[in-house]
């Protein structure tokens, strides 16, 4: 399952709180996209996810930050 946090237009800590409150109900092997037109985000997740058994992909285009977090452990 991949769900989806639509986070455009939303500064940080906002698209963290967002995403760590979808983590925590991912079953192993599930993920979360993020997508987000802050280039911050992306390093303020990974920061923030350091904590838990996971694999953050960042991928950008035009502007905008598709980060996939996957639950591994």
């Given at each position: 399952m991949n769900k989806l946090v639509d986070c455009v237009g939303e500064m940080c800590p906002v698209p963290v709180v967002k995403a760590q409150i979808q983590y925590k109900k991912l079953s192993l092997g599930d993920s979360i996209t993020i997508i987000t037109d802050?280039?911050?985000?992306?390093?303020?997740?990974?920061?923030?996810?350091?904590?838990?058994?996971c694999e953050i992909d960042v991928q950008e285009e035009n502007g905008m930050w598709e980060i996939i977090i996957k639950k591994v452990g």
């Amino acid at each position: 399952m991949n769900k989806l946090v639509d986070c455009v237009g939303e500064m940080c800590p906002v698209p963290v709180v967002k995403a760590q409150i979808q983590y925590k109900k991912l079953s192993l092997g599930d993920s979360i996209t993020i997508i987000t037109d802050h280039s911050c985000t992306s390093q303020s997740l990974k920061e923030a996810f350091k904590k838990f058994a996971c694999e953050i992909d960042v991928q950008e285009e035009n502007g905008m930050w598709e980060i996939i977090i996957k639950k591994v452990g």
